[in-house]
């Protein structure tokens, strides 16, 4: 039986973008699809069988649009579009492009490039009081960021407020020199880091001397009540239950809150439970409280890094099936021994 074939017809400055440096991105879409891909004189003709002629097809044309749309085509948007056109799904991935949240200071456009992101982006729209759940590089803080950035410059907020729980990261840091703020700031450079690619320098700092964005410790919130404004607690697994209440029943008038976290990087204490862990099972069922979980198929880091996540998270299921297991056998020699 012959193969299937399919043309499209391409601007070849969009088919550089999609083919990729040395042919690089197709080369993805024809050994994931088990497609032959080919560029003759400006028409992409794509062979072999006709199910997956058809979605490797799809997949190119919707990459095509986001091309046409001034995207600069990354490995990241071919490997998820690869994924989102294995579950036919092809046609999310237009859909949340043209969901722009700003632009950065550079010009570049901050957008959910996932669904999973999509979900957490529509999420903090609709709900005042939003969970971001999921593994390092998912884009929690810096959509969460995004999305205060937005709402401080279209007069929705009066203020944004960035908090974080100051625990080392399993290293001693000692009596670090400088002022209080010296003290704390490496533990709030990611939010900095975020807020100045988004805003740019000069205009953070000139809001930060006015009060209108504030930077601080978890512990700097307790006494006070947080009315209009955009608050962002970030690396939530820190909290205590007690701190995890404490924050939330500072929420405001006219405030929007948005809590995000990484169960598996836990740096408490052995034993200490997780108020991000608490705030799920209490809070739950509440109306206007949402929550978000990201998984390794949302992390839009470098391609490894969802490699990593997904074989760390591989590793911790086995680990837990092992021991549950262990568990059950000493439960029955318990039994037996009565």
């Given at each position: 039986?012959?193969?299937?074939?399919?043309?499209?017809?391409?601007?070849?400055?969009?088919?550089?973008?999609?083919?990729?440096?040395?042919?690089?991105?197709?080369?993805?879409?024809?050994?994931?699809?088990?497609?032959?891909?080919?560029?003759?004189?400006?028409?992409?003709t794509i062979s072999g069988e006709e199910g997956m002629v058809r979605r490797a097809a799809k997949v190119l044309q919707q990459l095509d649009i986001i091309s046409g749309r001034g995207n600069e085509i990354e490995e990241q948007s071919v490997d998820y579009a690869i994924t989102l056109g294995m579950e036919d799904k092809e046609g999310a991935l237009?859909?949340?492009?043209?969901?722009?949240?700003?632009?950065?200071?550079?010009?570049?456009?901050?957008?959910?490039?996932?669904?999973?992101?999509?979900?957490?982006?529509?999420?903090?729209?609709?709900?005042?009081?939003?969970?971001?759940?999921?593994?390092?590089?998912?884009g929690k803080t810096y959509l969460a960021m995004a999305m205060a950035v937005t709402a401080f410059k279209n007069d929705e907020v009066g203020r944004i407020i960035l908090t974080r729980p100051a625990i080392e990261a399993g290293e001693k840091l000692g009596f670090?020199?400088?002022?209080?703020?010296?003290?704390?700031?490496?533990?709030?450079?990611?939010?900095y880091d975020a807020l100045y690619q988004i805003m740019g320098a000069e205009s953070f700092a000139k809001n930060m001397e006015k009060g209108l964005i504030e930077v601080a410790p978890l512990a700097?919130?307790?006494?006070?009540?947080l009315d209009n404004a955009y608050i962002i607690l970030d690396e939530a697994q820190n909290t205590t239950p007690a701190?995890?209440?404490?924050?939330?029943?500072?929420?405001?008038?006219?405030?929007?809150?948005?809590?995000?976290?990484d169960a598996s990087q836990k740096d408490l204490a052995p034993g200490t439970r997780s108020g991000l862990d608490v705030a799920g099972k209490v809070l739950g069922k509440i109306d206007d409280i949402a929550f978000v979980t990201l998984t390794n198929k949302d992390v839009v880091r470098h391609p490894l890094v969802q490699k990593i996540v997904k074989a760390y998270d591989d590793y911790e299921a086995r680990e837990n099936a092992r021991d549950s297991g262990k568990d059950r056998h000493r439960g029955r020699k318990t039994q037996q021994r009565r």
């Open positions: 039986m012959s193969d299937y074939l399919i043309s499209l017809d391409m601007p070849a400055e969009h088919m550089r973008q999609i083919f990729g440096m040395q042919d690089a991105y197709v080369k993805k879409v024809e050994r994931d699809f088990g497609v032959s891909v080919v560029n003759r004189n400006g028409q992409v237009t859909e949340m492009d043209s969901d722009c949240i700003c632009h950065t200071v550079n010009g570049k456009p901050v957008k959910p490039k996932t669904l999973g992101q999509k979900a957490y982006v529509d999420a903090i729209r609709k709900n005042m009081l939003v969970f971001g759940v999921g593994p390092a590089g998912t670090l020199p400088g002022d209080l703020q010296s003290k704390v700031d490496p533990y709030l450079r990611p939010l700097y919130m307790r006494g006070r009540t701190q995890m209440k404490m924050f939330l029943t500072r929420i405001g008038f006219g405030s929007k809150v948005v809590v995000t976290g």
